[in-house]
């Protein structure tokens, strides 16, 4: 019986964690406050942790004293039961779907998957730590944040056009500038997307800053990257909070052309097409963002990979982002737990296909507080060829 009653409050503890992690990852997605958003991430914290003490208390706490008898007052043993009874469906819940997701294959349209790590630790070792205020992260043991990865994808994207046949992305999210990693670490990574191919199209998805002393970053490091035929920009929710006006200055002066929310028709390889910037919800995007040519093959940069289902609305054929970071600590046999989105973990990285929509989601390079466990940072080259008349699949 004790056995029993400590595998059911196991399972109510962990559906406990799954709601509040759920409502805050929900909340990371939107554009509220920082400090809102920080205070709500420790009151989670505190209240996971506690469970144990908060739900032994509701039970035990039932007992009144009233006239010198023990009057036994059950609503609190009854409450308590209750919210286990749901905590435990919801564990049920938390273990289908990582079930599901552990059995998932990736989809049809993706032909190649080769990844590369650069370890830089033994090259460079503590010249890589910098002075940021996250500094003291990067000694958590296990920890990836200076090994990053080099993926390269061949995708079979529906109604590309034939001449862009083994069109090149290079794709990079979530620099997060902010002095650490140091500038070594970055310059490292730039000579060695430099040593690879020059891609067509160059495409950044955000989250450039966490520092006012870091905008000349920008242009020196993401300035040096050549392509053939564009370089395309939008900025992500921590932009916002360090001039967002001089991100979109620096971001020019080193040769992107910075959509924000809006769509411009260019082209590519002798062929017209629409390409398309979101930055929603942090930049409220105006309605004419749904108002491009209808008959156009349609790219989009958008940070968060919240809007797949906007993307799949209006005829967006293939979109980038990044944002949520792989999750940037990835549990062994779970995977990802905290994913800054209103879909949870769905969409915390790779490739996602459903109807004629195909996007690509990357684990971003660095971050503000830089943890990697199990989940390097990543740089994406995307090499593009028509789907032809293959069937679609989900991601």
């Not at 032994?56 to 919210?83: K, M, Q």
């Not at 919240?306 to 209006?314: E, I, L, R, S, V």
């Amino acid at each position: 019986m004790y056995g029993l009653t400590l595998l059911l409050g196991g399972l109510a503890w962990v559906g406990h964690a799954y709601i509040l992690t759920a409502l805050l990852n929900n909340l990371y997605a939107r554009p509220l406050s920082k400090t809102f958003l920080k205070l709500w991430r420790y009151f989670t914290a505190i209240l996971i942790l506690a469970f144990p003490a908060l739900v032994g208390r509701l039970v035990t706490a039932t007992e009144l004293e009233s006239g010198g008898d023990g009057v036994f007052d059950s609503s609190g043993a009854i409450a308590a039961g209750i919210y286990g009874c749901v905590c435990c469906g919801f564990s049920g819940v938390f273990l289908v779907v990582t079930i599901q997701r552990g059995l998932r294959s990736p989809p049809g349209c993706v032909l190649v998957e080769q990844t590369r790590t650069l370890d830089l630790w033994p090259e460079y070792g503590q010249a890589l730590i910098g002075d940021g205020k996250g500094r003291f992260f990067t000694r958590i043991p296990g920890n990836g944040v200076f090994r990053f990865d080099i993926t390269e994808l061949t995708l079979a994207v529906p109604h590309l056009p034939p001449s862009w046949n083994g069109l090149t992305c290079l794709i990079l999210s979530d620099l997060h500038f902010h002095g650490t990693p140091s500038r070594i670490y970055f310059d490292r990574m730039i000579e060695e997307l430099l040593a690879g191919p020059t891609p067509d199209i160059i495409c950044l998805v955000g989250d450039y800053l966490d520092s006012d002393r870091h905008h000349a970053w920008i242009g020196s490091l993401l300035g040096r990257l050549p392509a053939r035929a564009a370089k395309w920009a939008v900025l992500g929710n921590h932009d916002q909070h360090h001039d967002p006006e001089r991100v979109r200055a620096e971001l020019r002066l080193a040769g992107y052309t910075v959509l924000g929310n809006r769509w411009e028709r260019v082209t590519i390889r002798g062929v017209p097409c629409v390409v398309v910037g979101h930055e929603g919800p942090w930049f409220t995007p105006p309605p004419e963002l749904t108002t491009a040519p209808p008959d156009d093959f349609r790219f989009c940069l958008s940070h968060t990979p919240d809007h797949f289902y906007w993307a799949q609305a209006n005829r967006i054929h293939f979109m980038v982002c990044g944002h949520v970071h792989g999750g940037g600590i990835r549990v062994p046999l779970i995977g990802s737990i905290f994913v800054p989105s209103r879909y949870g973990r769905r969409f915390d990285s790779g490739v996602f296909h459903a109807k004629d929509t195909v996007m690509v989601v990357g684990r971003g390079i660095s971050g503000k507080e830089p943890i990697r466990i199990r989940c390097n940072p990543q740089v994406l080259r995307v090499t593009l060829q028509p789907a032809g008349n293959a069937p679609s699949h989900s991601g």
